[in-house]
């Protein structure tokens, strides 16, 4: 389980690779939070290497989100699997994020 | 007999007789920590006894709890007041140089050496330690004795005994640290069993909302305290309420939030019969306590009256609730808006027809479809789906029960990694 940060142009883009757990997501927030802090606004998480979200990972997502728009940024998802996509759909998470089916399409007017 | 040979054999008496004296020593002392498990009972007598046979008429064991940069006494020989604790880095303390040294300190009488005021004459003073199983000796405290009612400096047999008999304090005091921090388990897993039990009392038995409704319920938490939760309300002699949750992590915080969704759901579901109002009325009362805390709640309500045939629904992110027919495939009732806590929305509700007697509305959490087998694979909501369907006539405990022997098939002995909570009603 890994965390990767790129940037492409002004958004950081942040692969996850395994899962997004309770066991590491503090490590996901953190990251964001220092690049945040040293002024990105534009951030995109990528799940194309994702294979489960457990309910305290998807509280990190909301949480970041809430916490980047409060700076005037946006916080996007890419690349869902099925599973995730509907586990979003079930729970109207879809309703909270910006989420796109591949890192192009997420990064298209961004 | 020569003279010389009647002064060896006097010599080797009374080397004997010190021996003696010695052995006798260390017999005693095992004796004294064999039969007591009180550290500083045990720690006074065996000052009483070394002190007495090295002719020390003052004499101090201290010990150093870990993490900590003082030496506190635990037993004392020969002064007048209680003893004071004592930096570990205290230049003058020579119990705090032989524990800092790792060394026995032993200083004879004609020696000059300042000291706070304990000392008079020869001092021996030797650093209590201790190996455990990986091999590394760890300081434990110190010994220190003087005021010999010889005079005489401290010979190097009275610095091997008392390095034995410090060795014998250090197995004593570590014995009773690790008893002291038994109890302390103890006591933290009673508590805990206590916080499960109080836990489970707060969910309410399907009695509650007998004879409008029947319903069965089962919480099994994947911690001894977890985080899903259920309720069930009478509403009116027609209308009953259900009530499902799963806050977003486990242990003590989960179960504080559960605790308080349920106490604050209990008053709201009394103030209305609409499922919408009751969830906005429940997330005013939650919001600070979600916000602060990063949590959320995934949380389904619904109001079943069997008078006017309807279950109208509220859901904020809760993904398994479903109505299941005598026919047909089951209806989910899903979200109608995000989990509380992740949304400041006002949620929205929806009603659905029920039948009276015939409808099931189940209500299940993500503990159960998430359920792995030895194989990696989990449950899933099919089988979940397809147990209930084909356990439908049958009354609402027998339906949780077939639903947990499937669960106990697909996951055999591996224990649960989320909370799994079922309630099944018919009304």
């Known amino acids: ?110 | 007999m020569s003279r010389d040979l009647e002064l060896e054999i006097e010599n080797a008496a009374r080397e004997l007789a010190e021996r003696y004296e010695e052995i006798n020593l260390l017999y005693t002392i095992s004796e004294i920590l064999g039969r007591t498990v009180s550290l500083d009972r045990a720690a006074t007598t065996i000052l009483r006894e070394v002190s007495e046979t090295v002719g020390a008429r003052r004499a101090a064991i201290y010990t150093c709890e870990a993490g900590s940069d003082m030496l506190d006494p635990i037993a004392s020989v020969g002064v007048p007041d209680a003893l004071p604790s004592v930096s570990l880095s205290d230049p003058r303390n020579l119990a705090a140089r032989a524990f800092r040294g790792r060394h026995s300190v032993v200083i004879a009488p004609e020696d000059d050496v300042t000291d706070d005021g304990f000392r008079i004459g020869a001092v021996l003073a030797v650093p209590i330690m201790w190996t455990g199983e990986a091999g590394r000796p760890e300081l434990l405290g110190a010994v220190s004795l003087t005021n010999r009612s010889t005079g005489a400096a401290f010979s190097a047999g009275d610095v091997k005994l008392v390095a034995a008999i410090a060795t014998q304090i250090g197995s004593a005091i570590q014995n009773a640290r690790l008893v002291r921090e038994s109890i302390e388990q103890q006591r933290l897993l009673q508590e805990v069993r206590l916080a499960h039990d109080l836990q489970m009392k707060l969910l309410p038995s399907g009695d509650v909302v007998a004879p409008q409704a029947e319903a069965s319920a089962r919480v099994v938490p994947a911690e001894s305290v977890g985080g899903d939760f259920y309720h069930l309300f009478r509403l009116t002699p027609s209308a009953t309420g259900v009530m499902i949750g799963d806050v977003s992590s486990h242990g003590y915080r989960a179960a504080l939030i559960m605790a308080l969704a349920m106490s604050a759901a209990a008053i709201h579901a009394q103030s209305t019969l609409d499922p919408a109002a009751m969830l906005h009325a429940l997330l005013y009362s939650l919001r600070e306590e979600l916000s602060n805390t990063e949590m959320f709640i995934t949380l389904f309500y619904g109001v079943v009256d069997r008078q006017n045939r309807t279950l109208q629904y509220a859901n904020a992110g809760h993904p398994h609730v479903f109505c299941c027919r005598p026919t047909g495939e089951p209806e989910r009732l899903g979200a109608l808006d995000p989990p509380l806590g992740m949304s400041d929305q006002a949620p929205t509700s929806r009603t659905v027809k029920w039948t009276p007697e015939k409808d099931l509305l189940v209500l299940f959490t993500d503990g159960i479809t998430d359920a792995l087998n030895d194989a990696g694979q989990p449950m899933g909501e099919r089988r979940v789906l397809d147990t209930i369907q084909r356990y439908a006539t049958e009354p609402a405990a027998v339906i949780v029960d077939r639903v947990f022997d499937a669960l106990s098939q697909h996951t055999g002995d591996i224990p649960p990694r989320d909370d799994l909570t079922l309630v099944v009603l018919r009304s």
Not at chain 1, 12 to 22: K, T
Not at chain 1, 40 to 58: E, P, V
């Open chain 1, 1 to 110: 389980m890994s965390f990767t940060l790129k940037k492409n142009g002004d958004v950081v883009v942040v692969d996850v690779e395994g899962q997004l757990i309770v066991g590491n997501r503090q490590e996901l927030k953190q990251k964001v939070l220092d690049e945040l802090e040293k002024g990105d606004r534009k951030f995109l998480i990528d799940f194309a290497q994702t294979g489960y979200i457990d309910s305290s990972g998807l509280g990190v997502l909301v949480s970041l989100s809430k916490k980047i728009r409060e700076h005037g940024g946006e916080l996007r998802l890419a690349n869902l699997n099925d599973d995730l996509q509907t586990l979003f759909e079930l729970t109207k998470l879809d309703t909270l994020f910006q989420i796109a089916d591949t890192r192009e399409r997420a990064l298209e007017g961004f």
